[in-house]
């Protein structure tokens, strides 16, 4: 079945016939990847299973809508953020095929050229606020009424339930000892979190803006980052991208470099000293509630769907979110938090 449809694709994309492909290595999602070459054309082919979600809570119903990827990829398109090619679709079956942007993401980039992460980060962040800037939910006609990001969101329900994700998968999965006080202690936590981050103004989120998800592409010599993995986009805390690519669990920055990026973010939306100060103070907080989520599906991914691949970046992503709540010790309620995690990891 994949062949046919592989060849489909390309027949439609390329009027080809001499069709080659090999699979590509995955990642932590259940979607396959399939670098698909034709004489002098390139693209790769991208399959997703026919599933539910029955491991998240929905966002919002997808039915009658068209992809998810599709839709959010026409949208920042449309506002000057780069996004692949689309090349053919085949949605009833479960394929489409993009432009094939190389293998080179930021994470690879960063190992060939050390040097230039300063350079390269500032580009990310510059383009995410420009991103967030062209889709302000605020301003009349810069987000659809009926685009299917505006339509999810992190709620408190969303917000909780990455917390829980953490206890169930990332203490109790690895039969960490908790005792009812503890659980009470991380309830209370991720009850105060969803609440806190809930209120706040929604901005646009990619919701996984992080260095395997951004691709460099070379014009005239000048890298340029190309937006892949967008799909799940919906409303959110402005800064929770940035968490996503200054807290990445995949990288290590001090954290000089990690305020001077929030700074250019700062400057780049025109922000004064005081929500300059709110940006590095949400960062921190959201960063608790994000590391959390991402130790605890790390575990996840492993136990579900047996991919061991993620699992030396479980306690180096929690150190992370005890950085920043060593940070936030004027709030009593994540000081009590620090206090529990640290106890129960150990730390």
Not at 88 to 95: I, V
Not at 168 to 190: I, T, V
Not at 263 to 286: H, I, N, P
Not at 289 to 306: C, N, S
Request: charged fraction near 30%.
């Amino acid at each position: 079945m994949v062949t046919e449809r592989i060849f489909d694709l390309a027949a439609r994309a390329w009027q080809a016939s001499d069709v080659q492909f090999t699979e590509m290595p995955g990642g932590a999602s259940t979607r396959r990847f399939f670098r698909v070459s034709a004489g002098e054309h390139s693209g790769v082919a991208m399959f997703v299973p026919d599933a539910t979600r029955p491991d998240e809570i929905a966002k919002t119903s997808e039915a009658g809508r068209r992809w998810p990827f599709l839709e959010v990829r026409e949208l920042l398109e449309a506002r000057g953020v780069n996004v692949p090619r689309l090349l053919a679709e085949d949605c009833d079956h479960g394929f489409i095929l993009v432009e094939d942007l190389g293998d080179e993401t930021l994470a690879r980039y960063l190992e060939r050229t050390p040097d230039a992460k300063a350079a390269i980060y500032r580009r990310a962040v510059l383009d995410l606020a420009a991103a967030q800037r062209a889709l302000d939910p605020s301003q009349q006609g810069a987000l659809p009424q009926d685009s299917i990001v505006r339509a999810r969101a992190f709620d408190f329900d969303l917000l909780k339930w990455e917390v829980d994700h953490f206890v169930e998968w990332g203490m109790d999965a690895r039969c960490l000892p908790l005792s009812l006080e503890d659980r009470a202690a991380f309830e209370r936590a991720a009850v105060y979190l969803a609440r806190e981050i809930e209120r706040w103004p929604r901005a646009f989120v990619h919701r996984d803006y992080q260095s395997r998800n951004l691709m460099v592409r070379h014009v005239e010599k000048e890298p340029q980052l190309v937006w892949i993995d967008f799909q799940d986009a919906l409303l959110g805390p402005r800064v929770y991208d940035l968490v996503a690519l200054l807290n990445d669990s995949y990288q290590s920055f001090s954290r000089e470099f990690v305020e001077q990026r929030l700074a250019e973010y700062s400057e780049a939306l025109g922000l004064g000293e005081e929500d300059r100060a709110r940006v590095v103070w949400e960062f921190d907080f959201v960063t608790v509630q994000r590391k959390l989520k991402d130790a605890g599906r790390f575990v996840y991914i492993d136990r579900v769907r047996g991919n061991p691949d993620y699992l030396g970046f479980v306690e180096p992503t929690i150190d992370k979110a005890l950085s920043s709540l060593a940070r936030l010790t004027e709030d009593p309620e994540l000081s009590a938090l620090e206090r529990t995690l640290r106890r129960v990891t150990g730390r």
